[in-house]
């Protein structure tokens, strides 16, 4: 196969979106793994075939399919799928919608998607298998771990730090140089005004933390 051909991992919504940037960017689709609904193997979606599960991987591989994305909103199962298939040997690249913006000096990671109406600000770093959503926003200077998710419509203010495997949810507002600890949970539409601890779910205008997330450590990540 040409070395334009990308497998994306996941056949759910997000699946739709990371297709269509890919098409956009000239890559072609093979075809869309999904190792939990097995029930949808070989059914057609979204122009292309749900091909198998991860088990798919070797045989693409052979068949000269060099790219792959893991497009699945769930922050640990992303970044554990994405790793898998580097490790199968599969390049991971970064999906860029076109009519999003990043700067020029802006950095960011292997296996990140930016969408559409995203903004990426100078002096951003963005790490590897992030989601920047649909009109989200990352303003000058802000540090974003590996695998964060931040949805659609966040907004980010300058300097902001955000730790491994966080989830900012849909409409929320970072002030400048807050602190978000990694696999921390921001629910829709907080105002976070102060830092944010490793591993809790925080919400409200302001952002006060009511949990723990369940299963989290400080030596998760």
């Known amino acids: 196969m040409s070395g334009r051909s990308i497998v994306i991992i996941g056949a759910g919504g997000h699946a739709k979106v990371a297709c269509d940037i890919a098409r956009l960017r000239g890559l072609t689709v093979v075809g869309f793994l999904d190792s939990v609904y097995r029930e949808r193997h070989g059914n057609a979606f979204f122009g292309a075939t749900i091909l198998g599960g991860l088990d798919k991987l070797e045989a693409l591989k052979a068949d000269g399919v060099g790219q792959a994305h893991v497009a699945i909103g769930d922050c640990a199962a992303r970044t554990r799928l994405a790793e898998q298939a580097s490790a199968a040997g599969f390049t991971l690249p970064v999906l860029v919608h076109p009519a999003a913006v990043a700067a020029a000096d802006a950095a960011v990671g292997a296996g990140t998607l930016v969408a559409a109406g995203a903004v990426i600000s100078p002096g951003a770093t963005i790490g590897r298998y ?90 998760d990540r």
């Not at 602190?179 to 907080?190: C, K, Q, T």
Request: aromatic share 2%.
């Open 130 to 219: 992030v989601i920047v959503n649909t009109s989200s926003s990352v303003d000058h200077d802000c540090l974003v771990g590996d695998g964060v998710h931040i949805a659609v419509g966040v907004r980010l203010a300058g300097q902001v730090r955000i730790g491994a495997g966080a989830w900012i949810g849909m409409g929320a507002l970072v002030k400048d140089g807050v602190s978000i600890g990694a696999g921390a949970l921001v629910g829709a539409g907080a105002l976070v005004l102060q830092d944010i601890p490793d591993g809790v779910t925080a919400y409200g205008a302001p952002a006060k933390v009511v949990q723990r997330v369940s299963g989290h450590s400080s030596v």
